[in-house]
């Protein structure tokens, strides 16, 4: 009996230790931690060509400092755009409405962000406001697909051209005489 009651305690214990690694680790491991009450927000949207590989989650900053998170990504299919939803901390409630917005990309091959860039209009932005002037992901792949196409088109032309223009070679003089 004494065994049984010392094993299914060691049991509980692990488990319980388990379940709090679980819960540490997940506060650690996302930027946003567990949260139980939502600070004061507002919502923006913004539309983009492209969002890349943009994901829900993703931090917004402005200067450096992170203002919120992506809370969507949606599609307009009138405009054939993509709609991104932000909610922004009500703190930070004085972005002016002539603002922009554009898809960055942390590091050299990191998640990709929304950056704010303030405009210098004396309004501000407000709940359910929307963001007009925006700048698309850079995607890496279409520029190098584009370089190696200009590439391509350049590097032809000229080594045509250095076969063709080349001047003839003249004939090798010879060292004997003639008889």
Known sequence: ???SRTLNLGTGTFVLLGFAALFFLT????SRGISFASPPHYELTAKFDNVGDLKVGAPVSMS???MGRVTTIGFDSKEYKAVVTM?????YNQI???SDAAIYTQG???GK???ITAGGAETYLKDKDHI??????FVLESLIGQVLANFGKTAAPDAGKAQTDAPAAPEPKSTEKRK
Do not use: N, W
């Open 1 to 3: 009996m004494r065994r």
């Open 27 to 30: 506060t650690q491991t996302t």
């Open 64 to 66: 450096g400092v992170e």
């Open 87 to 91: 909610r922004l901390d009500a703190r």
């Open 96 to 98: 002016p409405t002539d």
């Open 108 to 110: 050299l091959l990191g």
């Open 113 to 115: 962000f929304i950056g």
């Open 132 to 137: 007009d002037f925006t700048q698309s992901a």
